[in-house]
């Protein structure tokens, strides 16, 4: 039996992020258990597009030696119409990223496989293929598929994708993120990122397309729709596993950053509930995005073009609420996406 005090079900973004912000303020009995090693571990998160916006990087209090490039606006297109969204985000290397974190946080990581959690009198007795772990606190930073999650909450995401990304050599420039939407990909869309020098992320819902000029390709499964709390006595979810990724513009990675960092503070002060607040109050994880996604992925051709023909000779706030008294049906689409791709990424 190994005894820690707190004790993190997954090595990603967010259980890093946990790890490093407990260390950083002192705490140093932390474990993370990762499934994952070697190539499988750094193959899975080089399936992501990487983006994050300067905001919620900012806020997440995380090493910035991971930022390849700037990103300076979002292109969305439908057809023959370009509607620029200025913004300030940032490309990241999440490799590098999570290579800092676990250097920061100097935590005792273990490869191996949670098959069990269970809530004890003294906390938490979690059981792996190799050992058991006796803890005060327990973080489910387990992704979209988390046992914590399913032994400790019983509950689901609404909704899992299954996404495939590309990485192709192929000019990196300008520095857009570009999102192509229309009917083939229903309640998503096609994204097109500048990567690292020379290279792009290019990636769609599994079956919706296919790149055949790869140099990596990877899929992964992305959770949205959270369906009950992500706090109950001293366990918690963070990042995928709390599914607090956004369904209009998919971006989890500041969440997740975030997310291990509020939890972190949170069990400095003994008391996971205002975590448990953040996570039902702020504006990120809003009902209204699902509601949203919902209408949205059933838009034909025809609604598509009827939605972008305000923004045919480009983006304002003032189209915006044009759109919008004009077209009251999508009201919520209109709100929901303007506040997902500037807040939620």
Known sequence: MYETDVLIVGGGLSGLSAAYHLKKNGVSRVTVIERMSGDAYGHYHRTCGEAVSERLFAASGVPRGCIVRDIRGMRITFGDTDIDIPVKGHIIDRERLLADLRDGADADIVNDS??????????????????????????????????????????????????????????????????????????????????????????????????????????????????????????????????????????????????????????????????????????????????????????SEEDFADAVRPFRKGYSLLRGGYAIIRRPKWANVYTSIWVAFRRCW
Request: with cysteine; hydrophobic share 35%; proline share 4%.
């Open 114 to 299: 949670v098959i069990d959690v269970e809530r004890i009198p003294e906390g938490y007795l979690v059981t792996t293929r190799e050992e058991q772990y006796r803890c005060r606190y327990l973080i489910g930073a387990d992704g979209a598929f988390s046992l914590v999650r399913k032994r400790m909450f019983g509950h689901s995401p609404l909704d899992k994708v299954a996404v495939v990304n590309n990485i192709v050599e192929r000019d990196s420039g300008p520095d857009l993120l570009c999102f192509e939407v229309s009917s083939k990909y229903p309640g998503m869309y096609r994204w097109d990122f500048p990567s690292k020098d020379g290279r792009r992320s290019i990636g769609y819902a599994c079956g919706t397309d296919d790149i055949e000029d790869h140099i990596e390709q990877g899929i992964r499964f992305i959770a949205t729709g959270r369906n009950g709390p992500v706090v109950k006595d001293r366990c918690c979810l963070v990042g995928d596993a709390a599914v607090l990724t956004n369904p209009l513009c998919y971006g989890g990675i500041g969440a997740a950053l975030i997310s291990g960092r509020k939890v972190a503070e949170c069990i400095l002060k003994d008391d996971l509930t205002p975590y448990g607040r953040w996570v039902d109050h702020d504006r990120m994880f809003d009902h209204h995005f699902m509601e949203a996604q919902a209408t949205f992925k059933g838009w």
